[in-house]
């Protein structure tokens, strides 16, 4: 990434890292399965989503602006297990380290 972008620059060939946490009943529904295979008919994707103890789930996503926005939207809006009260989302630079897109 040069020095002149950042990763709230709208670019969508832009790489990426898109953390969201997800609010809701997200977890024994099989929000993360569904999560992993969106993720992988989307392509272009590694990370993962893990549930935390407070009853949310975090996605953690690398990959094109285009790729994570397209994950953001099937996050709030697709046809997800359980009910998805809200998400929060943060952008940083990738940080690389995974192999492909997992279960935690």
């Known amino acids: 990434m ?9 670019g969508s060939d832009q790489h990426v890292r898109m953390t969201a946490w997800v609010r809701g009943r997200v977890q024994g529904v099989g929000f993360r399965w569904f999560t992993r295979a969106t993720a992988l008919r989307l392509g272009g994707l ?3 989503a893990t549930n935390l103890g407070d009853g949310r789930v975090q996605v ?4 094109t602006r285009a790729r ?16 998805v009260d809200g998400v ?7 940080r690389g380290g995974y192999d492909g897109f997992e279960i935690r």
């Open 2 to 10: 040069s020095a002149s972008t950042s990763p709230g620059t709208p």
């Open 60 to 63: 953690v996503a690398e990959g």
């Open 68 to 83: 994570c926005d397209e994950l953001l939207d099937w996050l709030r809006t697709g046809d997800t297990p359980g009910r």
């Open 88 to 94: 929060t989302e943060i952008w940083d630079a990738p």
């Open 46 to 48: 590694e990370g993962f």
